[in-house]
């Protein structure tokens, strides 16, 4: 997902940059006669097939640069990308041959999501997120760059500077890690099965699963099993919500390890 947001931004910088540029003399003559919008795409399109050009100049139907670094910046951010998620899957695949006959590791499984939280406090991953935020600065640098050359710099800030702040966030996220106020690193939790669809891959990270996970367990722990019915397949898991005993066997083993061990204290106290 960032990929592409990235890509729509360095296509729609370039556009901007172009049509900035652009002046009556610099109108190809097949569309002095045409309509704003025909010229608008010629110009977005050419854009495009810059961007994805290695070409350190491009020329088009209606777009002409002396120098190209849209096509760079599309392809390193890309490149980066596949190796960021060839190292993760390479973990994922390296945990998987290591586990035990007859456990599953899938998207939906507590396991998986635990071993993915863990996996983001590992030093390599904090490195390569790192170095994926420096590339994206400067990035951002090279965009503005190109920008405040333009023939109307502040104009070009003013309107692409939502997306830079954003993408620069979306890249600062890959730094931040969510610990979750739940035990997660357990049998209990390694045995839920989430109701996790395939697009839920992309459009929901494990830190704002775990963030739902809170709330629910919040909301249980009221006695309102709503969401965590709506989260987990609590059938698949083996929890019988309908079962007191059960219900606070499975809301202790995922209370955080100091609660539970503070509620240990407590209870061997001397009455």
């Not at 060839?86 to 586990?99: E, N, P, T, W, Y």
């Not at 995922?254 to 001397?270: I, M, S």
Request: glycine share 8%; net charge neutral; proline share 3%.
């Amino acid at each position: 997902m960032f990929y592409i947001g990235w890509k729509g931004l360095v296509i729609g910088c370039g556009t901007f940059v172009m049509w900035d540029n652009t002046n009556a003399s610099a109108v190809p003559p097949q569309f002095l006669n045409r309509t704003l919008e025909e010229y608008s795409d010629c110009v977005a399109a050419g854009v495009a097939a810059a961007a994805a050009s290695f070409n350190s100049t491009y020329d088009g139907e209606c777009v002409h640069m002396d120098w190209n670094p849209w096509g760079y910046l599309n392809y390193t951010c890309f490149g980066l990308i596949v190796i960021f998620i060839i190292v993760v899957a390479f973990h994922i695949v390296k945990l998987s041959l290591g586990m035990k006959e007859g456990s599953t590791l899938s998207w939906q499984s507590g396991r998986f999501v635990a071993y993915t939280a863990e996996m983001q406090g590992k030093r390599w991953y904090k490195v390569v997120s790192y170095l994926f935020l420096f590339y994206t600065l400067s990035a951002v640098i090279v965009v503005l760059y190109v920008g405040i050359n333009a023939t109307h710099p502040l104009r070009f800030v003013t309107s692409q500077a939502q997306g830079l702040v954003l993408t620069i966030g979306g890249a600062f996220s890959f730094t931040r890690l969510h610990k979750p106020s739940f035990a997660m690193h357990n049998d209990t939790f390694r045995k839920l099965k989430f109701k996790r669809g395939v697009m839920d891959l992309f459009n929901q990270s494990n830190d704002d699963l775990c963030k739902a996970v809170e709330q629910a367990l919040y909301n249980a722990k009221w006695g309102d099993f709503t969401l965590l019915r709506k989260l987990v397949d609590v059938e698949e898991s083996g929890i019988d919500l309908d079962n007191a005993d059960t219900r606070e066997t499975f809301l202790n083993e995922l209370k955080p390890r100091e609660e539970q061990d503070d509620q240990n204290h407590y209870r061997a106290l001397p009455r």
